[in-house]
């Protein structure tokens, strides 16, 4: 059974950090694309960061959170992180690691995404 649980979410100050966690299952990891994603209320879900699999393990972020968010993998641990620096008000949403195999998609796109986590809560405080 595939299985992907996000940790780490929490309410921080603006300005502040936070590192969330992803701890994969089921699935051969090194594999596969994993890509965090947020959904604000009201909002369309969106792409944040993405790795590709360990054999390239190429990066890419949404251009509003370059060079304060930061993307890594620990394929000895099946589990990807997202590195949060300097968070804003903005960066509130619910907060969902995905694995994905589709390689005809964007690494932030949801079409790439074969398995979603259930999500975790970030609030950021002005």
């Known amino acids: 059974e595939v299985q992907l649980v996000e940790s780490g979410g929490g309410l921080v100050q603006a300005g502040g950090s936070l590192r969330l966690s992803c701890s994969a299952s089921?699935?051969?990891?090194?594999?596969?694309?994993i890509g965090w994603f947020r959904q604000a209320p009201g909002k369309a879900r969106e792409g944040v960061s993405a790795?590709?699999?360990?054999?390239?393990?190429?990066?890419y972020y949404l251009d509003s959170v370059k060079g304060r968010f930061t993307i890594s993998s620990d394929n000895t641990k099946s589990t990807a992180y997202l590195q949060m620096n300097n968070l804003k008000p903005e960066d509130t949403a619910v907060y969902f690691c995905?694995?994905?195999?589709?390689?005809?998609?964007?690494?932030?796109?949801?079409?790439?995404?074969?398995?979603w986590g259930q999500g975790t809560q970030v609030t950021v405080s002005s």
């Open positions: 995905a694995a994905g195999s589709k390689r005809s998609y964007t690494p932030l796109g949801q079409g790439r995404y074969d398995y």
């Open positions: 790795i590709t699999g360990s054999r390239n393990g190429r990066t």
């Open positions: 089921g699935f051969t990891f090194d594999d596969y694309t």
